[in-house]
Every structure is written in structure tokens, then in C-alpha cells.
């Protein structure tokens, strides 16, 4: 068990009603889980504010509890302490409880709009083959050296992070690469973690249903980089405009990349094919199975960041050459009938224009590109007519179809999504609410060498319809439907 004091060490505290000398048996933000001896804080979420049930974990067997307001009637026996900010406070306290597993790692958080999966994914691989033992904190998988978790957020909860960070010192991890979402910097989920590095990918229209306005998303992001420390190091991408806005006010080492402007460290690309990408980084060829311009920044980022970590030039180029793509990030096949299957995570405008003109940059134009995208339900709206407007533009045929509905009608989000259709697109475009049903006309109407992208879900494999998921995966419906069409 550990003492409430210790764990409330860096707690900025407003007021302490009982003892802190308490023996506190574990942490939740969950009244549900709270059990004898426990603390418990009130967050105050977008959905439901834990203020509400500080009785409820009192009757579960709290002992502590932590808030940002006292409540008027205070229960004898029970320690109360109030805080400026909960989230803040339970992630400090989360690291606290887990003996500041960070202080122990060589960690870096990667954040932007687009590139933190594959940046972070890869970096495992890297070091991973290095010989290292490396851990992965990512969208799509948690990993502790060989073992692998199930990831729920791109940024899990504070306690979460700290759980499997601990796991990790136990494991002998060196390395652990972290997806840090806006989401996950605004509601303090890496406060008290002690990164060796930030990584800053791109900035582009999203998550604008919380943020509200695009500078205080963009300010969430330079947030996460005020916060580190001078031995840490920043690396930020100078080809997005506002990569220099996330080094102004940073008091960690700077370190810029990019492949159009003056960086520290540079890329070209010199071939671009289905098969792969030629670069040339700080003057050196080096070939890698992933496609396309964004991954051109991405891998330029992974290796300006394995370097700041140690790792040798030349060692570090051999291992990119030998990089695996990463589950639904642009992940294709061809087919017997030589149809092109690609299957990519784009789920913002950027994303979408990103894959799109990498395909058209790519193929000869006598074949046609279908493109089969949706967009998520109770998500920023303003950004459907921009995928509707750049899949129409970039594609042959577009099949607007359901993503991940959520609460809302389909229907619905395909009608803001043909919003963005200019008139001349028009005659591109279906409309096929069943997204399997979508995948299955876009196989139906490909030709031999035609191209076909189903965008939006990637490496996702389900299918989210009001409260419920259900088994969907994008990359085995293509193939099983490709593979009907051959017989």
C-alpha cells in the first residue's frame, strides 16, 4: 500500500480536510471500480462529471477523496482534498503511485494531426530490431517489450499509462514510443511523465468538436512541448507552418526536419512507387517499403529521432530499409485480376488529399481510382464537406458510405458529406449507406489495374452503431470480395 502524502507529492493542494497519512490501496477516476482503501478522483469529463459520484465511492470503500470542489457535507473519517484541476492532479498522482516509472525510460511523444501511429509503430520496429527492448504506447496496440495489450485511445488515461510504463521498467524496457493526441495533452493525462523527446508531425482540420477553433488546437499541441524539460529534445516538421510555433516557447534542445524548406535534418524523395520509396536523408540513399510523401516525413522523422537518441547513422538507415508498413496505414494487395486494394486510417481532409495524391502521383492515369470514405458520427462536422469535396475531386468514382455512426444517422453524415461535392464531381458520386455493401459495388465496378482505397477505419475492426461495435474489417472484406470476383 502507499501513503496518500507520497502519492499527492507535486500536487498543487488547495485544501486538505482528515489525515494524508492514510495507507491508499489503489487509484481510480471510476466510481464503479473504487474497493476498500482506495482514493478516488473526481474528474469532470465530457459526459458525466465525477463530482456527481463521490458518494457512490465513498458506499464502494474510498477513503480519499480528491476534487476540485469540496462537497457541502463531508463524511467523518474520510480525507477530502481539493485541487485547481483533476485530471492534472490524477495524472501526477498516478506516477507517484507507480514510483515514476517514466523517470526510468528513454521516452518520446509523438503529437500532430497525421503520423503519430506510423511514427511511433515504427520507432518499436526500429529499436526493436536494434536489439533493444522497447516499449509502444500507440492508437492501435499497447506493448511491453514482446507482449502485447489492447489499446482503447490514442492517449489512454493517466493511471493506464503509468500501469503499463511500470510493466515496462519491470520488463527491462529502454525505449518506450508514445502517441500523445490533443485530446490526452488538454485533460493532463502526460503531466508528471518525463519524456526524453517530442516529435511534432503536421497540423491540419481536426477534433474540432472539442477544441472548438483551430488555435486552441493548435495550442494544445505547442502545450505538450512548453512542458519539456531542457535535457529533453524537440523535434518539430518546418515544411507545417506551425512547426516553428511549437519550438517558441519550448526550453528543450530544438531540432527541425523537413523536406522543402532549410532543416536540420533533410530528405528528398527521388522514387515514389506502389513498391516503395528511394530518399536521399543528410545525403545517404536509402530504400523503404513505406509509400508516398507523408511517409517520406515520417520516415525522415524516425530517423532524425533515432538519432538524437545514440543510434548510428548507417545502422539507422539499414534498419529503416527493413521497416514493416504498420496495419492499416496505407496498407495494400493486388489481385489476380490485378486490381490494387489499398486500405488506409485518412480520416481528415489532410489525411484523405495525402493518400489520394500519392495514388495519383503514382499511377498512369488509364486506370481508375475508386474511392470508398465516410465519416464518424458525433465528431467534428465541419470537416465532412472537405472529404466530400477532396474524394471527389481526387478519385474517378466515390462511394460516400457509413464509417463509424456512433449515435447518428448515416444518412445524415452522408448528406454533409455531399455538401462538399462541386457540381462538375456530381456524376463521380454514390451514395451506399451499408459500408459493406459500398466495398463490394467499388470491387464490382474495378477493372483489371484499377485502384481501389477504402479510407476512414484502417487498422479499426469493428463497426460503431449506437453504443454497440460490431466485427468490421475493412482489408479482409476487400480481399474477400476481390477474391469472389477471380472464381
Not at 193 to 212: A, I, P, W
Request: hydrophobic share 35%.
Amino acid at each position: 500500500m502507499n501513503i496518500l502524502r507520497d502519492i499527492l507529492y507535486r500536487v498543487n493542494l488547495n485544501a486538505v480536510v482528515g489525515s494524508t497519512s492514510v495507507k491508499i490501496n489503489a487509484i481510480h477516476f471510476d466510481s464503479r471500480k473504487v474497493e476498500e482503501n482506495d482514493a478516488f478522483v473526481a474528474v469532470r469529463g465530457t459526459v458525466s462529471d465525477g463530482h456527481d459520484y463521490i458518494d457512490v465511492a465513498i458506499k464502494q470503500g474510498a477513503i480519499a477523496i480528491i476534487c476540485e470542489a469540496l462537497p457541502t457535507s463531508l463524511v467523518d473519517g474520510i480525507t477530502y482534498i481539493e485541487v485547481d484541476y483533476s485530471n492534472k492532479a490524477l495524472a501526477i498522482m498516478a506516477s507517484n503511485y507507480y514510483d515514476s516509472p517514466s523517470d526510468n525510460l528513454k521516452l518520446v511523444g509523438v503529437t500532430g494531426t497525421n503520423g503519430k501511429t506510423t511514427i511511433t509503430t515504427l520507432l518499436y520496429q526500429l529499436f526493436k530490431n536494434a536489439g533493444y527492448k522497447v516499449g509502444l504506447l500507440s492508437t492501435v496496440k499497447i506493448l511491453v517489450d514482446d507482449t502485447e495489450y489492447k489499446a482503447t485511445h490514442t492517449t489512454p488515461d493517466s493511471v493506464t499509462i503509468n500501469k503499463y510504463l511500470k510493466l515496462m521498467n519491470e520488463a527491462g524496457v529502454e525505449y518506450c514510443f508514445m502517441e500523445v493526441s490533443s485530446h490526452g495533452i488538454h485533460q493532463g493525462r502526460a503531466e508528471g511523465l518525463r519524456f526524453e523527446g517530442g516529435v511534432f508531425t503536421n497540423l491540419s482540420h481536426d477534433h474540432l468538436d472539442y477544441h472548438k477553433t483551430f488555435a486552441e488546437y493548435r495550442d494544445v499541441k505547442k502545450s505538450f512541448f512548453d512542458g519539456l524539460s531542457p535535457r529533453a529534445f524537440a523535434l518539430v516538421n518546418t515544411d507545417d507552418k506551425n512547426g516553428l510555433v511549437m519550438l517558441q516557447n519550448t526550453v528543450a534542445k530544438k531540432y527541425t526536419y523537413a523536406l522543402k524548406g532549410y532543416a536540420d535534418y533533410k530528405a528528398q524523395i527521388l522514387e515514389n512507387e506502389f513498391s516503395g520509396l528511394l530518399l536521399s536523408i543528410d545525403g545517404s540513399e536509402v530504400w523503404t517499403r513505406l509509400i508516398g510523401n507523408f511517409n517520406a516525413y515520417n520516415v525522415l522523422a524516425i530517423y532524425a529521432t533515432a538519432e538524437l537518441l545514440g543510434l548510428e547513422k548507417v545502422e539507422i538507415l539499414k534498419l529503416i530499409s527493413d521497416l514493416q508498413s504498420v496495419s492499416g496505414r496505407f496498407q495494400y494487395f493486388i489481385s489476380d485480376e490485378k486490381i490494387t486494394a489499398i486500405v488506409d486510417y485518412a480520416h481528415t481532409p489532410d489525411a484523405l488529399r495525402n493518400v489520394l495524391e500519392t495514388i495519383n502521383s503514382i499511377r498512369t492515369k488509364n486506370e481508375s481510382l475508386i474511392t470508398v470514405v465516410g465519416c464518424g458520427g458525433d465528431r467534428d462536422k465541419t470537416k465532412r464537406p472537405k472529404m466530400g469535396h477532396i474524394a471527389s475531386e481526387l478519385s474517378t468514382k466515390v462511394i460516400f458510405t457509413s464509417d463509424n455512426p456512433r449515435s447518428e444517422k448515416p444518412e445524415t453524415i452522408i448528406e454533409d458529406i455531399e455538401k462538399g461535392v462541386e457540381p462538375q464531381n456530381f456524376k463521380k458520386t454514390l451514395s451506399i449507406v451499408d459500408r459493406k455493401q459500398a466495398i463490394k459495388t467499388a470491387c464490382q465496378l474495378a477493372e483489371p489495374n484499377d485502384i481501389i482505397l477504402i479510407a476512414g477505419k484502417g487498422h479499426e475492426t469493428y463497426q460503431e452503431v449506437n453504443g454497440k461495435r460490431f466485427d468490421f474489417d475493412d482489408y479482409k472484406t476487400v480481399e474477400e470480395f476481390l477474391k469472389q470476383l477471380q472464381k
